[in-house]
């Protein structure tokens, strides 16, 4: 059996600004991560921990557009809603709060940068406006949620999913 | 004759965060300045330096709604565009880019705190991810327009045009 083995993504605290920068390689295009990231039937398959269902509230994947999911777990259920400031073939720049604490509001960026060989590096960003929300965000676990989601991510694109 | 005097905005870089913050006192309800802030026909009377006028080209000034306005400068026309993250009585968190540096995103942040007696300080936060680009625009002379913008906000709502 041949399996193929995917190196974790690279979180990291940048040193000087209240910023998280997440790089991940997939068997993939350039424009299949953005379908990935755009395209709600898809996203949804994907996106967090395995714990986790996800369902689509509203969903508008463009320039000036709007978005909002879901994730449930038992009888618990978390809500995460955003802009979409720019949606291109370039780069994504949205905004993300967890309704849990809807006062905390982070700026993401996304680029999908093309290592030839259908492969892609994600390079991902999430700006907040303190050091405490960001370490706190680092602390919660949720490297569990983005390595579980790229897994599943993973999985679709090798089903030819995306 | 009895002028009312207005301190200029205080303008400042924060220390350890590549972010800008504004703090202006207003004659002003914080419904007032919300409404100033959200209503097309209201800012585009007064946002920007004296030298440019304002066209609204679009404005869904509601969560996950968007907008975009141009200044125009005899023959030149400056495009700014961005997206609503929240809109509600407490707050507005909104994206703005220049499009003449397409590139650059900044994160928004407004609140409007009620001092008594129908003032009403604007606390305004200005996030962007590095401080090459923060410092950028802090010299470029954005205090005209901060400034000028504020002093036309004023005359609006001494003439109870808000």
Same mark, same amino acid.
């Given at each position: ?57 509203? +969903?508008?994947?463009?320039?000036? =557009?709007?978005?909002?999911? %879901?994730? !449930?777990?038992? #009888?618990?259920?978390? @809500? ?17 709060? +967890?309704?849990?604490?809807?006062? =905390?509001?982070?700026?993401? %960026?996304? !680029?999908?940068? #093309?290592?030839?060989? @259908? ?17 706190? +965000? ?25």
């Amino acid at each position: 059996m041949t399996t193929t083995k995917h190196a974790e993504a690279t979180i990291e605290a940048v040193k000087d600004v209240p910023m998280i920068t997440i790089t991940r390689d997939f068997h993939a295009t350039p424009e299949q991560l953005l379908r990935a990231h755009t395209d709600p039937e898809i996203f949804k398959q994907w996106v967090g921990p395995d714990s986790v269902g996800t369902e689509i509230d509203y +969903w508008d994947a463009r320039t000036g =557009g709007s978005w909002r999911f %879901t994730n !449930t777990r038992d #009888d618990e259920e978390y @809500g995460f809603h955003g802009s979409f400031h720019e949606v291109g073939p370039g780069r994504i720049v949205q905004t993300f709060t +967890w309704e849990g604490m809807p006062e =905390g509001v982070s700026l993401e %960026t996304m !680029t999908f940068e #093309d290592l030839g060989d @259908g492969r892609t590096r994600l390079h991902s960003q999430s700006l907040v406006d303190s050091f405490e929300g960001r370490d706190a +965000w680092l602390s919660s676990g949720m490297e569990v949620g983005v390595n579980e989601g790229y897994a599943k991510l993973d999985r679709l694109l090798a089903d030819a999913a995306v």
